[in-house]
């Protein structure tokens, strides 16, 4: 009982007491100014160019939704990539000694990615000023190689439009799907049947193209793809998915391997992110889950198609997400906001060209890199 008084009347004197101790009371704050940052270049750029790429984005995953996945997923697929690397995020988007953002959204990131430049949140494939930027995909068809998108969100998400559409604003979906329908993408797999009207499922069946909704449906491999298993985002993993990301990979893959020139195909685990915003551990679980299946296939994939290079990374971290002990050995999984962090993500990478991402670099790299890869 002595001691119990002793700990309140000293706790009480300085002001500050836990379970982790007394500690004096420290004036701070957590804003901090900061400086010009350099955007980091890859240190080699020599590399054998594959013949084709499966570029992964995990949308809105970090090191904290791998450590969840790590730990509560069983086998950690990633750890079967040769080489590993890290990567920043920041947009350009206001002036980077005053007031410019170090937090980027999907679609500057996206636009990073696939075009090696950066631009203003909510740009798909535009650059500051608004002018369209060519997108590897768009390298890739003009040297001849089958192309492809999945996701599990909407196809006309900002991730997918990044790679395949050129509008000012993200949300323009419907218009991103103008866009798709005529743009000559060999493969689309995804949800966002609300952005489709039946008159754009018949331009886009007109110009060649065979639309399904039923993964298992009986596939034309003479026509271009269209596939939309939902009318928004695909259902969440731990909700029950119907059509999973593996699926899809498997299905594109089918109908781009065959093409001489090869082939490029974006595969996006799009829900990661959305779990970060919903700040759910189940959500993230799930949907890392996904992932995980879909690394080994695609690396599976690649032990047999030597000239593949496999490349997995993410736009930006969401959420915050930190992992801590709870009780029974379960995780007490935290989160800092419902928003995208400026947290640096991993790139992971396999197959010829792989090792030049063994490094610190900015996000614009990995475009410019795998477009100069198509390019060769």
């Known amino acids: 009982m002595k001691h119990l008084i002793k700990i309140l009347i000293i706790s009480t004197f300085f002001g500050c007491y836990s379970m982790y101790g007394i500690a004096l009371q420290e004036e701070k704050s957590n804003f901090i100014p900061t400086q010009a940052h350099v955007d980091y270049k890859l240190k080699t750029t020599e590399g054998t160019a594959p013949h084709s790429i499966i570029f992964i984005i995990a949308d809105g995953t970090g090191i904290g939704q791998y450590t969840v996945s790590y730990y509560t997923n069983g086998e950690f697929a990633p750890a079967r990539f040769d080489h590993i690397g890290l990567v920043a995020t920041h947009p350009n988007d206001g002036e980077c000694s005053t007031s410019c953002k170090r937090v980027t959204d999907s679609a500057a990131s996206g636009t990073a990615l696939s075009a090696g430049q950066k631009t203003y949140n909510g740009a798909i494939a535009v650059d500051v000023d608004k002018n369209p930027v060519k997108t590897m995909l768009e390298w890739a068809q003009e040297k001849g190689m089958a192309t492809g998108l999945v996701a599990t969100s909407t196809v006309t998400h900002a991730t997918p439009a990044s790679f395949g559409a050129h509008v000012d604003y993200r949300k323009k979906e419907a218009e991103i799907a103008e866009q798709f329908a005529v743009a000559d993408i060999d493969v689309i797999l995804g949800g966002g049947k609300k952005f489709w009207p039946d008159s754009l499922i018949s331009v886009y069946e007109n110009r060649g193209g065979q639309f399904i909704n039923d993964i298992n449906a009986t596939i034309d491999s003479e026509r271009r793809l269209l596939g939309l298993f939902s009318d928004s985002g695909l259902e969440k993993v731990h909700n029950g998915r119907e059509v999973s990301t593996t699926q899809m990979a498997k299905l594109a893959l089918e109908n781009l391997e ?66 801590h002990d709870g009780n029974n050995g379960d995780l007490d999984v935290r989160f800092t ?32 890199r795998l477009i100069e890869y198509i390019q060769e």
């Open 258 to 323: 065959n093409n001489p020139n090869g082939f490029f195909v974006m595969i996006e685990e799009s829900q990661v992110d959305w779990g970060g915003h919903s700040n759910s551990a189940e959500y993230i679980k799930g949907e890392m889950k996904s992932l995980n299946d879909l690394v080994n296939f695609t690396l599976d994939y690649q032990s047999t198609h030597p000239e593949v290079l496999v490349v997995l990374t993410a736009d930006h971290e969401c959420g915050g997400v930190a992992v």
């Open 337 to 368: 906001s419902d928003y995208h962090s400026a947290n640096f993500v991993p790139i992971w990478s396999t197959g010829p060209g792989a090792a030049v991402f063994d490094a610190f670099m900015d996000n614009t790299e990995i475009g410019k």
